[in-house]
Structures are given as structure tokens and as C-alpha cells.
């Protein structure tokens, strides 16, 4: 690995080591321009973003001067699994011996991770690989609440300023940042503000698209250029995506078994105000822009 370890055994290429630090880093950036490691590592370019996506059919890494590995499409997970250190770090936030988190290629929201984990087990559907090993549900628990940790403090540090819930915490930010000393107090001395970790939403799907085992870490607004059609849509706002913390789930659930349920053709409903479009994609897309607007300022 060529990655640098935190203190918790975490490799982590922004170098920080507990949440603490993503929350000062996160909370200067409200108040300052300036671009940052954690910003850089939470953007990527749309550059890099279009290189990436001409090579969506392959992916293709290196292992030395004289050999490579080349992934199909269903299986594009696993170069990250095996090679993580040959991928930008906008492209992968960081990576361990045991999960790789990287940006879903194609979000289906403004913040979109896939937490991957690297196990033995990880070509087997989500239901039976957290069956079969309790040790790797609880890990990758673990780690997905890692990860939704930072993708709520990548909110906060985006639309913070734009929030009525957070008026008071940048008030206080502001406050001690044109004091005498210019430090910026640590999480725990400022107002509670929003909990942007409410805003973030975690899972699996009931059919998945990729071979590799994923969990789905994304904020709720789907505000995305690449959410094209009702089974993008669906595939998040309806019972399709199943929740880690609902898993395992019991052999009867009719989730296990997702074309019972015709979850990717139900009528689509806006995720907030509950609004019934049916099949008007379209229409849908618009009212999500408006309502994106409105959530911000919550």
C-alpha cells in the first residue's frame, strides 16, 4: 500500500486522522474560498471525470513495468479493489486493507460514494456475502458510518452557508475567526446546527448493477446531471435500495426478490414532498431542481 495511515489504522491520502479534523478543515472552508486537500479529494474535475467515463467499458491498471489487469464493465469494482494506488485521489478518497472508498463514477446525487469492500467474498449478491460473514456486515458497518460521517461534513462545508438550521454555527465561526486570536473553535464549542448525517442515506441494492459488493453512501437531494431516467431514480427512492442497517434481512422479505416488486417501474414520487409524477421523468427532474434549492436552506 502506498497510502499514508492515521492513528486509527485508516489510510486516508488527505492525511487527517479523526473526525475532528474534517470538521475544522470543513468549517474554515465555510468562511474562506480557498481551495482544500478535502475539497480537491470531494470534486473531482470534469476533466478527469470525462477521462474516466471514455474507459467505463475497461478498466485497465497497471501491476509493473510489464504487466496489467483489465476489468469488464460489470466487474470495474475490482481494479479499484486491486489496484486503489493506481487511481487519482479524486477518484479514490481513500483506501485500507479491507474497504476501498472511492466517487461513484455516475452519482445519483450532489455526494455519492461506494464504500468497496476488499473480501473473499465480495463477488457474492449483498444478501448472502453478509450472511454467510457477520465479521464483514459489522465491519463494513463500521466503516460505511466512517464515510457518512465525512460525506455529511462535505454538506455542511458546501451548503452550510445556504441553511437556516446552520445561521447560528456560522455566526459563532465567524465570530471567533475575527477575534483576537483568529482560531476557530472545535466542533464540540459550537452550536449543533443542522445534522447533516440525516441527510445522507446508506445501502444496498436488492439487484445490483456491478458484480463487486458496494455500499451506496449519498445524500438525499438526487441532484445530478447523470440521474437520467425513472430506473435511475427508483433505483434510490424506493425499496430497491436497502438499507445496511436493515441487513440482514429475513427470508421472507419480499426484497429479496426485487422483480416482485417492480420497484424500477413504480410511479415516481419526489423524495421530499412525496409528489406522485408517474412516468413524467421530466417533470420530476425540474421539481428536483426547485426542491434541491429548497433543502438547502432547511
Known sequence: MTSRRTEDGHSNRD????????????????LSPKRNAFSELMSPSKRQATDLAKTIGQHTVSKGLNSSLTFERRDG?????????????????YYNDSFVVIHDLYPKSSIHMLVIPRHTLTRLHP???????????????????????????????????????????????????????????????????????????????SGPSMNNLHVHVLSRDRFSECLKHRKHYNSFATPFLVSLDELPLDKGDVR???????????DMKCWRCGRNFRNKFQELKRHLDEEFEEWKKA
Open 15 to 30: 492525511g487527517r486522522s479523526d473526525n475532528e479534523d474534517v470538521e475544522s478543515t470543513t468549517a474554515k472552508n465555510l
Open 256 to 266: 429479496r426478490q426485487p422483480s416482485h416488486g417492480n420497484y424500477l417501474r413504480d
Open 77 to 93: 469494482l475490482a481494479a479499484y479493489m486491486t489496484c486503489p494506488d493506481q487511481f487519482p485521489p479524486s477518484r479514490v478518497l
Open 127 to 205: 444478501f448472502e456475502a453478509f450472511e454467510q460473514d457477520e465479521e464483514l456486515l459489522k465491519s463494513t458497518k463500521e466503516e460505511v458510518r466512517k464515510v457518512k460521517k465525512m460525506a455529511a461534513a462535505e454538506l455542511r462545508r458546501r451548503f452550510g452557508r445556504f441553511s437556516q438550521r446552520d445561521r447560528a454555527r456560522l455566526k459563532a465561526m465567524e465570530e471567533a475567526e475575527s477575534g483576537p486570536d483568529g482560531v476557530l473553535p472545535t466542533s464540540n464549542d459550537l452550536p449543533d446546527g443542522r445534522d447533516w448525517e440525516r441527510e445522507v442515506v446508506t445501502g444496498v441494492h
